[in-house]
């Protein structure tokens, strides 16, 4: 080292405030398809996620289970249809929000997808109609998802 960069070495140690060392997780924890760590076994609920079916999808059967439950009783009990209680009014209500809002995501991506299929039809023709002929050919894999 040259021996006046030593002598300027402690000015140039000099830290401004908030210029110290930062340390930061580049990590962080999301549960996105993975169990809370408090949930119960972490182990079993992953393996579920994994392979059995997302929250999303269990509560969806849930859902659609708790209304066919709801409509047996209804029949059984014709006042359940004019005046039900506040708990059940509320679970069909977002019963309601739930469909209503997989409907409009479900709009939003057929939207989505058009638009990019135009675009790529506009832009690359060919290549536009080897997708199509790939999604026409291939089988619909849709059913074996969990």
Known sequence: MQPWLQMLSPMLNVRLPASGDIMMDYR???NWGEAEPSAGNP???????RQVALPGKQL??????????????????PNLRTQPPQAISEFQSMSRQVINKKLDLQHSLRSEAQRALEQLRSA??????ALL???QEAPDRSADQP
């Open 133 to 135: 002929a790939q999604y």
């Open 28 to 30: 962080p924890w999301t």
């Open 43 to 49: 182990q079993i609920e992953d393996e579920i996620f």
């Open 124 to 129: 690359d023709r060919q290549a536009f109609n």
């Open 60 to 77: 969806g059967r849930l859902i659609d289970a708790v209304n066919i439950l709801i409509e047996l009783a209804a029949s059984d009990h």
